[in-house]
């Protein structure tokens, strides 16, 4: 685990928490209203620093409901928490004055699979005579790194059938969604009262589903870890299709014999999860795109 900020004692990792972060600096000024004039300004000082960080929680890669749990604690116990990046920016001492927590994915016993969170923070700046530490670098400012300490890194050739590996792999996964899709409709169907109507729909797409499942390429994807540079993203990518190729024979087994409600509901449980999975392989493989495309993991490819 990368740790890349600290907020008190909860540890911000790069898979996890690498979304957005948005600050928020600010002058105040008195208005004063003018006959015949234009109100004029005052400035009485500088309001208080805020920081918005969003991410999107997904169980493959931590415990959303811990880490929820974790911040509620310090919210609840109105903590006081020193903000420090791994890179020694020191940005203040905040309290979290609001979170947004939106459920994306459950699992069919209800289990949270994905969160999106919007944590909010504000400055808190203490006692007035005895007023909190400023930060050690001045917010929003680099760290002082010396380029010197960076190894020269290797030009590295990329590999031919990348593209059309990552290309595959995005058709795939959209077929994934749409067999989800199709599943509930399926449910929605029963829950009308059209069971034999269901149950038709239904043997027609549990032997798609092994079809589909089989056109994720896992294995191509497995080949593709002895590529250092992508290494890590071909990886989490291969496993985050094995999981949904599981899942997605799972739910052919369950829809070919159901004949109820909950049979459907359950193949269609399973379809969600098959989508959860594909899906958090997202950042990875735009990665790979970029890296295909460009010959920079940074080239900015979208998915």
Do not use: C
């Not at 504000?122 to 400023?134: F, I, L, R, S, V």
């Not at 760290?143 to 031919?160: G, K, L, R, S, Y």
């Not at 290494?231 to 014999?257: K, Y």
């Amino acid at each position: 685990m990368t740790v890349f900020a600290v907020l008190g004692e909860f540890e911000m990792d790069v898979l996890t928490w690498l979304g957005s972060h948005q600050s928020r600096y600010a002058a105040v000024y008195a208005e004063h209203g003018l006959i015949g004039r234009k109100p004029a300004l005052q400035a009485t000082g500088l309001a208080l620093d805020e920081h918005q960080i969003g991410t999107m929680l997904h169980h493959m890669a931590t415990d959303p409901g811990e880490e929820i749990r974790a911040l509620r604690e310090m919210q609840n116990t109105f903590a006081v928490l020193p903000f420090v990046f791994a890179s020694g920016e020191y940005l203040g001492t905040f309290v979290i004055t609001d979170m947004d927590v939106t459920a994306i994915h459950y699992s069919p016993q209800g289990v949270r699979l994905a969160s999106e969170v919007t944590l909010s923070l504000k400055e808190y700046t203490g006692d007035p005579a005895k007023p909190n530490p400023p930060g050690v670098i001045q917010p929003m400012a680099p760290a002082p790194i010396d380029a010197t300490t960076f190894p020269e890194i290797p030009a590295v050739e990329t590999p031919e059938n990348l593209l059309d590996t990552v290309n595959q792999t995005i058709e795939a996964i959209g077929v994934v969604g749409e067999a989800a899709a199709r599943a509930n409709d399926i449910v929605a169907t029963a829950m009308t009262g059209d069971i034999l109507g269901a149950v038709g729909l239904a043997g027609q797409l549990a032997p798609e589903l092994a079809e589909y499942a089989a056109m994720l390429p896992v294995e191509e994807l497995q080949d593709l870890e002895d590529v250092v540079t992508i290494a890590g993203d071909a990886g989490e990518t291969a496993r985050a299709l094995r999981t949904a190729q599981t899942l997605m024979n799972q739910a052919g087994g369950v829809m070919e014999g159901a004949s109820s409600l909950s049979g459907f509901s359950s193949a269609a449980g399973l379809m969600q999860g098959a989508v959860a999975a594909s899906s958090s392989a997202t950042p990875s493989i735009a990665r790979m795109q970029a890296f295909a495309e460009t010959g920079s993991r940074l080239g900015g490819a979208r998915l």
